[in-house]
């Protein structure tokens, strides 16, 4: 039986963004599911606009994401020998030819076919050269392409696309195409199919602006005698505005390295890029890796585009709410030790982190973390919403500020007796310190909301989070007590 193998050919001449992960992942998948094989090839031959640090960015992006590869990365500039080769066989053999017709020469005609209302393609003039008269061209120093001999058929050709079904182009529509340009380099058309070839793939999975080349390549396959790949062309992702997401229009926002540096969990950007053009027929939406290898089937990928409802300009989010609200999902549910190795890399950034949270503080570091994760969004959170249970310095916010201490005066007298009360407590616990909190109201005569509130504040700097009991046992008696101590700074300068 034949190896089912698939590549991902990314070109490095920028970061990779949400599309490219996306056809990564699609034939990732399929490969997984298949007992295939899945090959990195870098087609990196377009020397001017590839990049090192592209290619960095790239394989950093894909190691993040968890895409891994069975074989590569292989540079497609290793082979340029190869792709030369072929087109030589392709002349040689009486499937391609040489073209002398200059840049003037193509402009005027295109110009009179134009007028005339006439098929813009190449009017093939120079498709029935004598030998003689090439030979005189070539000594005469005169430059030339190399165009594919389209052939001379009636009727169509075609192939089954696993997504869109029959896809054919009648013969006469397909302009006899360059494989070489003048300066003797082959087209990345024929270099792609070279390689495809060589790297034996069976799948060719990728998007639906690939669909020109897809046809002519049917062709080249066939000149060069190699069993055809199965073609499956994806729907875009487009931007709200229908625009297609690309590096150029969009910028960094789009790029994977944006997710990972917003604080997104891999596989969550994962289980969104999937839905962007594939269901499982229901409404089912958060899927392990186990699920989706055995669920995704490409027969389900959407034929019409995708919106990817990034977010430019919302000062909340900066994605599809869609992105979030998986992220969300996995960071509140996730096994506790796995959301703790990733906290960690957070705070080891922001030099909050302590070596005794993996030995003696370990379980209070991860009791911490699924206290306070339940209202969180991204990995970010727990360095921002969530400093104040592993530093001192931490903001607080200006509506609870406002709210729950400038408004309150008193505040600034009853914090520290509260601290007082705590700092001498037998048994600092959940029992003691709301004890101590409901007894203190009721003695002043005010709700016990106001402390409570109050303390919220001084302790996290948030207006909402967890229960505020549990939050005093999670900072701890001697930071809830210097933090109590400190209210009255919170007034100054300041009025309600
Ligand atoms: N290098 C091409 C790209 O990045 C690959 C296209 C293909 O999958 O054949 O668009």
């Known amino acids: 039986m034949t190896e089912t193998r698939l590549r991902f050919p990314p070109s490095p001449t920028g970061y990779l963004h949400i599309g490219g992960a996306r056809t990564a992942l699609y034939n990732w998948l399929f490969a997984k599911q298949n007992g295939g094989r899945l090959i990195l090839r870098i087609e990196d031959t377009d020397s001017e606009r590839s990049s090192q640090e592209s290619i960095q960015g790239i394989l950093d992006s894909l190691e993040w994401l968890g895409i891994d590869f069975d074989e590569g990365p292989y540079f497609q500039s290793d ?46 003039s120079c498709r029935n050269l004598s030998a003689a008269e090439i030979a005189e061209k070539e000594t005469a120093g005169i430059p030339y392409v190399v165009r594919f001999k389209v052939p001379e058929r009636t009727g169509v050709i075609g192939y089954d696309d696993k997504i869109l079904g029959r896809i054919e182009s009648d013969y006469r529509e397909i302009d006899d195409f360059v494989i070489v340009r003048s300066n003797g380099k082959p087209l990345y058309l024929l270099c792609n199919v070279v390689d495809d070839i060589r790297d034996r793939i069976t799948h060719i999975i990728r998007g639906q602006d690939h669909m020109t080349n897809s046809i002519k390549q049917l062709l080249l396959y066939e000149a060069l005698q190699a069993p055809l790949p199965v073609f499956a062309h994806m729907p875009l992702t487009l931007d709200t505005k229908k625009a297609k997401i690309s590096k150029r229009s969009h910028g960094e926002i789009v790029s994977v390295q944006f997710y990972r540096d917003h604080g997104f969990i891999p596989w969550a950007l994962n289980n969104f890029l999937v839905l962007l053009g594939w269901s499982d027929g229901d409404d089912k939406e958060i899927f392990t890796k186990e699920e989706l290898i055995e669920r995704f089937s490409l027969e389900r990928i959407n034929k019409s585009s995708s919106i990817f409802n990034y977010r430019k300009n919302d000062p909340k989010f900066f994605t599809d709410p869609k992105a979030i609200s998986i992220n969300e999902h996995y960071l509140r549910t996730m096994e506790i030790e796995e959301l703790g190795k990733m906290v960690k890399t957070e705070l080891e950034n922001e030099g909050l982190w302590n070596d005794s949270y993996e030995n003696e503080k370990k379980k209070w570091y991860l009791n911490t973390l699924d206290l306070i994760r339940g209202r969180f969004h991204t990995l970010k959170d727990f360095t921002s919403l969530g400093r104040a249970y592993f530093d001192n310095n931490f903001v607080i916010e200006e509506k609870p500020l406002k709210k729950n201490i400038l408004k309150h005066e008193g505040l600034r007298e009853w914090l520290p007796v509260i601290a007082n009360r705590y700092e001498q407590l037998d048994h600092y616990n959940l029992t003691e310190t709301e004890r101590i909190a409901r007894e203190y109201a009721d003695e002043l005569g005010i709700k016990p909301g106001i402390i409570i509130n109050g303390m919220r504040t001084v302790v996290t700097g948030q207006l909402a989070g967890p229960s505020m009991f549990d939050i005093l046992i999670a900072v701890g008696r001697d930071r809830v007590v210097s933090r109590l101590r400190n209210t009255a700074e919170l007034y100054a300068g300041r009025s309600n």
Request: hydrophobic residues 40%.
């Open 79 to 124: 082979f340029t020998q190869e792709h030369a080769a072929a087109a030589e066989t392709l002349l040689a053999k009486g499937f391609a030819y040489k073209c002398f017709c200059t840049k003037d020469e193509l402009d005027s005609k295109r110009e009179a076919a134009l007028a005339a209302k006439k098929p813009l393609g190449y009017d093939r």
